[in-house]
């Protein structure tokens, strides 16, 4: 079972960019696909909504349509991380970000295909 943490969260204005990152230790990296999703403020673990995800090899991307033109997600399997990079951040981003590993390598957006989950990391956005 491939092990997750995240980083790279912090305090932004509106209009700003992060990066976040994911690294994997322990299993093997390139027999998942890597998904982010977001937890909101007051929201539980089942409101969790998906972000962004990216296939074994990189090839395929898949984004949730309120971050598609702004965020990036991309995968260094030589480093065993995934990045997903923050543009034009919006209040409405602020969330714990986490990701996860699905065995489904080529990606999906469904959460329920996910386990291995990481920590998370606070991404802050204000106005």
């Known amino acids: 079972q491939v092990q997750l943490v995240e980083s790279g969260g912090g305090l932004v204005q509106a209009g700003g960019s992060l990066s976040l990152s994911c690294v994997a230790s322990r299993g093997t990296f390139i027999n998942y696909a890597i998904g982010w999703f977001r937890q909101a403020p007051g929201e539980d673990r089942e409101d969790r909504k998906f972000v962004a995800a990216i296939s074994w090899s990189g090839s395929n991307t898949y984004y949730g349509d309120s971050v598609k033109g702004r965020f990036t997600i991309s995968r260094d399997n030589a480093k065993n991380t995934v990045y997903l990079q923050m543009n034009n951040l919006r209040p409405e981003d602020t969330a714990v970000y986490y990701c996860?590993?699905?065995?489904?390598?080529?990606?999906?957006?469904?959460?329920?295909?996910?386990?291995?989950w990481g920590q998370g990391t606070q991404v802050t956005v204000s106005s």
């Open positions: 996860a590993g699905s065995g489904l390598r080529v990606g999906t957006r469904i959460i329920n295909e996910y386990e291995n």
